[in-house]
């Protein structure tokens, strides 16, 4: 992730009010930089299903990548409308600013697979790692790429110093303080023989 889009992030914090609304006015700079980064990132889709505010994220993914772009209407229950891509098995990447709760983005895969595509990935402009989000989705056995995570702290919300180990897994590590060294089990065993032979 280059440095535009994480500054506006990091000027943001620690007010989860501003982010929200830091990321519903991004300036175009800070969109194409973040689609710069998914197209690069992203596997290979049909098409991407943006949530609504996504549309300047969604439509420049969608030309650099070459594929439709539609904006899922998560309130009209039964809405229909028209995708430019209604084969069935079609693979679409679910686009958000804010992957919280997951409550939109599931009612957004409900619609997708109303309408027979698949959604392997969706993609987060930022991840509140507190909210459960990224586990119901796993749960589905959906990936969440996320170009930057956040943290729920007493003092509100902070840049996620966690990192995932296994991004196709969702499991996290916390990152040593620099110049500390973590003892492995390894090194317990290598310990206890040397002072069981000694």
């Not at 519903?24 to 689609?35: C, G, M, T």
């Not at 991407?48 to 594929?67: D, I, S, W």
């Not at 109303?114 to 993609?123: I, K, Q, Y």
Request: charged share 20%; aromatic share 2%.
């Amino acid at each position: 992730m280059s440095a535009v889009f994480r500054n506006i992030v990091l000027q943001a914090l620690p007010s989860a009010e501003r982010l929200q609304l830091h990321l519903a006015s991004l300036d175009p700079a800070a969109v194409q930089d973040l689609a710069d980064d998914f197209a690069a990132s992203l596997p290979e889709f049909d098409i991407l299903l943006g949530l609504p505010g996504t549309e300047a994220l969604m439509n420049a993914l969608a030309r650099l990548r070459g594929v439709p772009a539609v904006v899922i209407p998560l309130r009209a229950h039964g809405a229909q409308v028209a995708l430019p891509v209604e084969r069935p098995g079609a693979v679409a990447v679910l686009v958000t600013h804010l992957l919280d709760s997951a409550i939109p983005e599931l009612q957004a895969l409900l619609f997708a697979s109303h309408h027979g595509l698949e959604v392997p990935v969706v993609a987060a402009a930022v991840e509140r790692s507190s909210g459960l989000g990224r586990t119901r989705l796993e749960l589905l056995n959906i990936k969440v790429r996320a170009a930057i995570p956040v943290a729920d702290t007493p003092r509100g919300l902070c840049e996620e110093r966690r990192t995932p180990t296994l991004p196709d897994q969702g499991s996290w590590t916390i990152e040593p303080p620099r110049g500390l060294r973590l003892t492995t089990p390894d090194d317990l065993q290598n310990q206890t023989q040397k002072v069981t032979a000694g």
